[in-house]
């Protein structure tokens, strides 16, 4: 007597299936979370730089003062309204939304009319705002002439 043709798989080939997915998993989740934090890293550098430039174009664009604070991981951007400190763009916790720190302390960066920034030391004649996340490290740079360096060093 024969046994009648079954159709399916059988419970060990399950079994391996479901065995080489979960290698395969765990192979991969520490390059998922490191692209994660990188893409953070990216995202969050992006914030900074957008914060300076607007910055510096509003003081541009208005004939006015404007400035960047940072304190801890809290960016503002500001300008001079007829002796009035106005924010232009609501308070950003860095932290918050990527789970990125910047360096302790404040920074303030303000911009003259021409796009000039002050608030920087006379050597070196550029600020660097450091972004870390984990192990990762990277910066921008803003010179006294107002030029935002966010790739490489700064010159």
Not at 4 to 19: C, D, Q, R, Y
Not at 28 to 44: E, F, Q, T, V
Not at 69 to 89: A, K, W
Not at 106 to 133: E, K, L, W
Request: positive net charge; proline residues 3%.
């Amino acid at each position: 007597m024969s046994l009648p043709n079954k159709k399916g798989f059988t419970l060990i080939e399950v079994l391996m299936v479901l065995a080489l997915v979960g290698i395969l998993t765990a192979m991969g989740l520490p390059r998922a979370g490191n692209i994660m934090a990188a893409n953070a890293m990216r995202s969050a550098k992006m914030e900074v730089k957008t914060a300076l430039v607007l910055a510096r174009t509003t003081a541009v664009q208005t004939g006015g003062f404007a400035q960047f604070i940072r304190v801890g991981n809290v960016l503002t951007v500001t300008s001079d309204s007829s002796g009035q400190q106005v924010r232009l763009v609501p308070v950003n916790d860095i932290f918050a939304e990527h789970k990125v720190t910047l360096a302790t302390g404040t920074d303030t960066v303000r911009f003259d009319p021409r796009g000039f920034a002050f608030g920087i030391s006379t050597s070196p004649f550029y600020r660097v705002i450091r972004i870390r996340r984990g192990s990762l490290v990277d910066s921008i740079c803003v010179t006294r002439f107002g030029r935002i360096n966010s790739e490489g060093v700064c010159q």
